[in-house]
């Protein structure tokens, strides 16, 4: 029967392998010990081999996070560190000094007496030295009597940039996943609720929209957002009214994926570990986007400018005082002077602009009417006239005139009983009042308000924070009445700490085991809807109103 035929089979294959498996044995009996024992040797080498290579590669790996670890936390310390050096670097530019001499010849020439000699000449020789010499090389040398002043400039030189390109590290480890996270936060929000790019489209200017454009159909956004499925719930909000076709082909999804009974019928491929899947599988669309917004964040530019200033100081070292900038940046009230230049940046410009505009139109006047007044000579037979060509006469109204306390009319020859003294003296009033007394009064008015502004805004959300209730807003008045009335409020009733870790815990939670009240604070989140924080309300007054 065919039962009893694959039954015979299936003992003669047995048989067959117990037959192999016992002249293998056989073999291995008939085998010298000498050879088994060098053939068990190499087995163990070999796998000694393989484990030890595998350890030192996971070991390799493990100090080069423990080592961006330690970049991360220690940025600003390294920060401080260059900074100090910086200002060490610059002590040691303090001893400078210029010569016409190559260092170490002066000495010898000053001994010799050849200055001397030519100080005999005449008077004659030495004018027409004067008129015929020509400048020669200039030579920088540091005038030191010690001798540890040189190498220790280079020491710190090259200490510095070290430094410098281990900030840039530390701050791609410890900021720029915190700048890729706000920017794709900031997308995805615009996305969710705003309808960007579905609803309306950036205008044309916007170069920040028109980047994020590119990151929208990438498989790999969001990454570094906690929200990841922002591209499903946009697809369910819009997709019955502006078609889900659409809205999955600008956000780069597949409807077919989205289908569980598809995925659920699918097997699952066993993950390929070759090069060149791994290649294939990175994201590029995504990494330019990424690249673009680090390479236009304003502080990442900042660490890459003071790298270059650093590397610049080895070809000559006084780039080396660019870097004492960097104490306005490290220092937040010194930051603020500066956030108080480019906080009204627009304006500030425009105002610029109108200056140029102004002083051109008095260049014109100038030009054609008094140029015979620029005369800055004060050899009559070598007049050296600043208006006789445009270029040099705008040059000078903009250089000279708008830097004078009284304006052009200070710095050109008085027109006192010349024929155009009238109009003379009708261009020079309005140009004092034009440019100096408005134009300049209001760049320093623009740059002087933004400074208060700032501060007022720094010290109205320093006074709010220690007065007011983050939570329900009342001010600290209301809770004093009673001792540390404040103070319970803030660690007890409203600990911001405690909304924080419900809402963690509301992401984390699976929507189905919601409760009532969760499922309500949940909806409202989602909705980037703030009317479940109590505010203007606490517990305190709940119990003053039910006592009437």
Not at 88 to 108: K, Q, T, W
Not at 495 to 513: G, H, P, R, S, V
Request: net charge negative.
């Amino acid at each position: 029967s065919p039962f009893s035929l694959l039954l015979s089979l299936s003992v003669s294959e047995e048989n067959g392998e117990k037959a192999e498996k016992e002249t293998e044995e056989a073999a291995e009996a008939e085998e010298p010990p000498q050879l088994k024992e060098r053939k068990k040797k190499v087995k163990r080498e070999q796998k000694t081999v393989s484990d030890g290579g595998f350890d030192f590669w996971n070991e390799l790996e493990i100090q080069r996070i423990k080592f961006l670890n330690y970049l991360s936390r220690n940025f600003y310390n390294l920060r401080f560190l260059a900074l100090f050096i910086a200002f060490a670097l610059n002590f040691i530019l303090l001893f400078y000094r210029v010569s016409d001499s190559p260092p170490g010849e002066e000495d010898i020439l000053e001994g010799s007496g050849v200055f001397e000699e030519e100080e005999e000449g005449s008077g004659m020789e030495e004018a027409g030295g004067e008129e015929d010499e020509e400048e020669g090389p200039v030579y920088f040398f540091l005038e030191e009597s010690t001798g540890y002043m040189q190498p220790s400039l280079s020491f710190l030189a090259i200490l510095h940039t070290l430094i410098s390109f281990l900030c840039i590290i530390g701050y791609n480890c410890l900021k720029v996943p915190l700048v890729i996270f706000k920017r794709e936060k900031e997308l995805a929000r615009k996305l969710e609720f705003d309808g960007l790019y579905i609803t309306e489209q950036p205008e044309d200017d916007d170069i920040k929209g028109q980047w994020d454009r590119l990151v929208l159909n990438t498989p790999s956004f969001p990454s570094n957002y906690w929200d990841k499925f922002v591209k499903r719930k946009v697809l369910e909000k819009y997709g019955d009214i502006y078609g889900r076709e659409r809205i999955a082909e600008l956000l780069g999804m597949d409807l077919a994926s989205l289908d569980i009974s598809a995925q659920q019928q699918e097997k699952k491929s066993e993950p390929d570990n070759s090069v060149l899947s791994w290649i294939t599988s990175i994201d590029i669309k995504y990494q330019i986007w990424k690249f673009g917004v680090v390479f236009t964040d304003n502080s990442f530019l900042y660490l890459v400018w003071y790298l270059v200033m650093s590397l610049l100081g080895h070809y000559n070292n006084f780039f080396f005082a660019c870097h004492l900038l960097d104490i306005a940046m490290g220092v937040k009230t010194l930051r603020t002077i500066l956030s108080s230049v480019t906080h009204n940046g627009k304006q500030l410009m425009m105002t610029v602009g109108l200056l140029a505009v102004v002083v051109y139109l008095y260049t014109v006047v100038a030009f054609n009417f008094f140029r015979k007044f620029y005369n800055k000579s004060e050899d009559e037979d070598e007049p050296d006239m600043k208006c006789d060509d445009m270029m040099t006469c705008y040059l000078f109204h903009m250089y000279v005139g708008v830097r004078a306390g009284g304006g052009i009319g200070d710095e050109i020859e008085d027109p006192a009983g010349d024929e155009y003294e009238l109009y003379r003296v009708v261009f020079d009033i309005t140009f004092f009042f034009f440019v100096i007394v408005i134009l300049l009064a209001i760049i320093q008015g623009l740059i002087i308000d933004a400074f208060g502004e700032l501060r007022d805004q720094q010290e109205q959300v320093k006074e709010d924070m220690e007065t007011k209730c983050f939570i329900c807003g009342i001010g600290s008045d209301y809770f004093d009445t009673t001792p540390h009335g404040f103070e319970t409020h803030t660690l007890e009733e409203h600990n911001l700490a405690n909304y924080m870790f419900f809402l963690m815990y509301l992401i984390n939670k699976d929507e189905t085991e919601h409760t009532g009240q969760e499922s309500y604070v949940w909806k409202m989140y989602q909705e980037r809807c703030w009317d479940f924080f109590p505010a203007g309300d606490c517990f305190r007054k709940q119990y003053e109103d039910l006592l009437g």
